[in-house]
């Protein structure tokens, strides 16, 4: 008998949730553009927009008691774990009612109630708090796991090296996620890896490693249900390989002059939402009403959220030492 | 009514650090240690040697050398429920692991706008004499104090050896334990049952009337040395021992100095940008009217120490030089 868990169900209601969590995810960064040319968001701003399938096909496979740990550009991730839309706009505001209170902005994003652990700026960064929640599990022998996305650029760093050994040798309970979007900021995959397969470099710590089409929501579905159901199971950790691309610049500052703007126009059809409606629509799975309904609920709630940013408050400067340490129970 | 005086041991402050070891695991199911070489190995400068058999590998854990990895290890174990207890082999090799140190450990609860304490001990052994040359005999507590969200202890004695780590591990931040290495063959007596001390606070460990030697670590012998030659000239020195780095404990120094009207400070880390330097700025703000004489600093020559035992020693903090510099702040 087959795990329920392992295979997605693509049934109506769920296809209109992963179309849902993608639309959610780009109209919200789009909003998010929009409010960093007027001034609103300030800083550095990371969009994903072309990447929406992963986090969203990966997050189905988590359970509330899961731990996830994502980069700084982790807007899609924080919207498909669960995190508001309201507190995360507020974030991006700096306000005090955002999900960080304002002290993080775009590139750390944090949740308690979601455990949602960032939102980490530096590339590799994450990994080793990976290993360490997902030992935490271990130690404790629960059931759960740690989901941790990255870059294929992290692959260079030394602590991604540190950390699939350490996940690999402990067989602890992490997913590894590598969003391979080919370039590094700017650096194309070619000119910084001696091997441009990513999850090979998994594969030589002995750690089970597939590649996905990162544009297809479903494909990365299957693939994260799949490895967390092997996960829990006690097997270690996996390794996700998402091959993917981002339409826009590594951040709002990029010209991109490292890539031809051609290269970007083939790839829009390809687009996660772009293919996944097209595929709904071809099968006569949703109708038009059923996009326009999520368009229009998801409308509403970037409104909404924008205006739950507007209205919040900027914390007192009075407050600007609080949260260095916490004081010790006495 | 007769009190029975507590027992007391005699031990070593390596055979402390251990013990405190021993009662922490002992007393919380969550608490573990890991690091290179803590386990088989017995640790590099056999302070967890024996604790394999007691605790088992899943709680004397030994790591590959990935410094970074099992310092963020350590960072995500805190963050999830676990109370780790991570060896770093020595200061110089925490570099590798500066990144989760500074970007992670001291930053989360800030930028988490206070939903994520990191309640990890960090200890490592620091500082020279063991002619171990450039890269194993630096003194780089003093860069970890620079950074807020981090606490950096630095236990001199015995005591603070057993307690400092006890307490430590009730602060529910990232605490720095910096371990000197010429202090693990000290010898000494302490309670049997010695518990965790407070933190936070500095110690004055020779009361003095006329300069103040504000040291830690491993310069505190040499400064009690220092004193006691100055004792002899019928200079009362006042010994401060620092213990806690970050923070300070201003209102000790700056009490004893309003006193003494004189000191000297001595810090095994290079002078430029330095701790005493922060001391120093410390007294300067807050002390000025009070003094008698300009601060003196004895820190180690601006050089990567070096392997000859000579020439490292002549690098180093003396009883020599600290006694010369008191002297001189009192026009002698």
Request: hydrophobic share 45%.
């Amino acid at each position: 008998m087959t795990d329920p868990a392992i295979k997605p169900h693509l049934t109506r209601e769920h296809v209109a949730e992963l179309l849902r969590q993608m639309v959610r995810i780009r109209r919200f960064e789009e909003k998010c553009v929009e409010l960093y040319q007027r001034e609103k968001i300030r800083g550095f701003l990371h969009v994903y927009i072309g990447e929406e399938a992963i986090a969203v096909g990966i997050m189905q496979a988590l359970a509330p008691a899961d731990t996830v740990i994502a980069t700084y550009r982790e807007h899609g991730h924080a919207i498909a774990r669960g995190v508001p839309m309201t507190t995360l706009m507020a974030e991006m505001y700096g306000k005090q009612e955002g999900c960080s209170r304002g002290r993080g902005g775009s590139m750390h994003v944090f949740d308690a109630k979601t455990r949602f652990y960032g939102g980490n700026a530096i590339v590799g960064g994450g990994l080793p708090l990976a290993v360490g929640t997902a030992l935490a599990d271990a130690m404790q022998k629960r059931p759960s796991v740690t989901a941790c996305f990255f870059g294929e650029g992290a692959a260079a760093e030394g602590e991604f090296h540190e950390s699939m050994n350490l996940a690999a040798l402990w067989k602890l309970p992490v997913l590894f996620v590598c969003e391979n979007n080919l370039y590094a900021m700017g650096t194309a995959l070619a000119l910084s890896e001696s091997e441009t397969d990513i999850h090979h470099k998994a594969e030589s710590y002995r750690m089970p490693a597939e590649v996905v089409d990162g544009m297809d929501v479903v494909a990365v579905e299957a693939a994260a249900r799949k490895a967390v159901v092997a996960i829990r199971a006690g097997a270690g950790p996996h390794f996700v390989e998402c091959r993917t691309y981002r339409f826009r610049g590594h951040s709002m500052f990029d010209s991109e002059l490292y890539r031809d703007k051609a290269e970007v126009e083939r790839w829009k059809p390809h687009g996660p939402i772009e293919r996944f409606g097209a595929w709904l629509r071809q099968n006569d799975i949703l109708h038009e009403a059923a996009f326009q309904a999520i368009e229009t609920e998801v409308a509403a709630e970037v409104e909404a959220a924008v205006a739950f940013a507007e209205a919040g408050t900027w914390e007192p400067v009075a407050d600007l030492t609080k949260h260095v340490t916490l004081e010790p129970e006495s | 009514m007769n009190e029975i005086a507590p027992a007391r041991i005699k031990t070593t402050y390596r055979e402390a650090v251990r013990a405190a070891i021993r009662d922490a695991l002992t007393a919380d199911p969550k608490a573990f240690l890991m690091g290179e070489d803590v386990g088989h190995y017995g640790g590099c400068y056999a302070v967890s040697k024996g604790l394999l058999a007691e605790f088992g590998p899943e709680r004397i854990r030994d790591t590959p050398l990935s410094e970074s990895a099992f310092v963020g290890a350590g960072i995500g174990a805190a963050l999830n429920g676990m109370r780790p207890i991570v060896e770093v082999m020595t200061v110089n090799f925490s570099l590798l692991a500066l990144d989760q140190i500074l970007n992670n450990a001291a930053t989360l609860l800030h930028m988490s706008g206070g939903q994520f304490n990191v309640p990890l001990v960090i200890r490592m052994a620091t500082g020279a004499g063991r002619q171990l040359a450039a890269q194993h005999s630096h003194s780089l507590e003093g860069w970890y104090a620079h950074i807020p969200g981090l606490k950096v202890l630095a236990p001199a004695t015995i005591e603070d050896a057993r307690g400092m780590l006890l307490g430590a591990l009730k602060d529910p931040n990232p605490v720095l334990i910096f371990e000197h290495v010429m202090l693990y063959n000290m010898e000494g007596e302490i309670a049997a049952d010695a518990g965790a001390v407070e933190t936070g606070k500095a110690a004055i460990r020779r009361p003095g009337r006329d300069v103040t030697l504000i040291t830690y670590g491993g310069s505190l012998a040499k400064a009690m040395a220092a004193a006691e030659t100055l004792a002899k000239e019928r200079i009362e020195a006042e010994v401060i021992d620092l213990r806690t780095l970050r923070p300070l404990d201003t209102a000790t120094i700056i009490g004893s100095v309003a006193r003494t009207r004189r000191a000297v400070v001595v810090d095994e880390g290079w002078k430029t940008g330095s701790l005493a330097a922060e001391v120093t700025a410390t007294i300067m703000e807050q002390a000025f009217w009070e003094l008698d004489a300009p601060v003196a600093r004895v820190c180690s020559a601006e050089v990567p120490i070096p392997y000859p035992r000579h020439l490292e020693q002549a690098a180093l903090p003396q009883p020599e030089s600290i006694a010369a510099a008191a002297r001189a702040t009192l026009g002698r």
